[in-house]
């Protein structure tokens, strides 16, 4: 019997993970830790917090930024510090790790609403090919829904996004590129 996934293996893997760990309270903790370029997304939702682990009394968290030399990741790591502070964790230790390259598989179903209804348009997973459109070049309006839409430029507010303009309302908006 043919079994049907019902989530991209990257998220199921990411929430065994996060569920099987020994210090799901760490993983919880951070939940409250936000991108400082798109604060409705957790570092979780947004798929660049990789693994917490206990390491004797220092708690090590590993993030893969969206993009390599993400000038957000500063504040992330510090944001993450602050966080684990605040719930008695003094001793944090911050890991990057660059490979496997970050995927925007790794976004949460939370995160993707999110971005949508922050006025950015996710990455698409729908397989558009059938109607003859790509994400890259028609991504969907995130006020309006229409996919009759142009790209403006191949870079937005920053490195990880596109700047489109719906046809339909005219409105311009970001569309977080899949990665």
């Given at each position: 019997?043919?079994?049907?996934?019902?989530m991209?293996d990257?998220?199921?893997?990411?929430?065994?993970q996060?569920?099987?760990?020994?210090?799901?309270?760490?993983?919880d903790?951070?939940?409250?830790?936000?991108?400082?370029?798109?604060?409705?997304?957790?570092i979780?939702?947004?798929?660049?917090?990789?693994?917490?682990?206990?390491?004797?009394?220092?708690?090590?968290?590993?993030?893969?930024?969206?993009y390599?030399?993400?000038?957000?990741?500063?504040?992330?790591s510090?944001?993450?510090?602050?966080?684990l502070?605040?719930?008695?964790?003094?001793?944090?230790?911050?890991?990057?790790?660059?490979?496997?390259?970050?995927?925007?598989?790794?976004?949460?179903?939370?995160?993707?609403?999110?971005?949508?209804?922050?006025?950015?348009?996710?990455?698409?997973?729908?397989?558009?090919?059938e109607e003859?459109?790509?994400?890259e070049?028609?991504?969907?309006?995130?006020h309006?829904?229409?996919?009759?839409?142009?790209?403006?430029?191949?870079f937005?507010?920053?490195?990880?996004?596109?700047?489109?303009?719906c046809?339909?309302?005219?409105?311009?908006?970001d569309?977080?590129?899949?990665?």
């Amino acid at each position: 019997m043919k079994q049907i996934s019902l989530m991209p293996d990257e998220q199921y893997q990411r929430l065994q993970q996060r569920n099987n760990a020994e210090v799901k309270n760490l993983w919880d903790i951070l939940d409250e830790v936000k991108d400082p370029e798109v604060p409705v997304l957790s570092i979780w939702d947004l798929g660049i917090l990789r693994d917490v682990e206990l390491d004797g009394s220092s708690v090590v968290v590993t993030i893969t930024p969206t993009y390599s030399g993400c000038p957000a990741m500063d504040t992330i790591s510090s944001d993450v510090k602050a966080e684990l502070n605040k719930a008695g964790y003094q001793e944090v230790v911050i890991k990057t790790k660059l490979s496997p390259a970050w995927s925007s598989e790794w976004m949460s179903p939370q995160g993707r609403k999110n971005l949508r209804e922050y006025g950015i348009a996710p990455p698409e997973d729908a397989d558009l090919c059938e109607e003859g459109l790509t994400p890259e070049a028609h991504a969907q309006c995130p006020h309006c829904n229409s996919r009759n839409t142009r790209r403006i430029s191949e870079f937005g507010s920053t490195a990880c996004k596109a700047l489109f303009q719906c046809n339909d309302c005219s409105e311009p908006f970001d569309y977080f590129k899949k990665i």
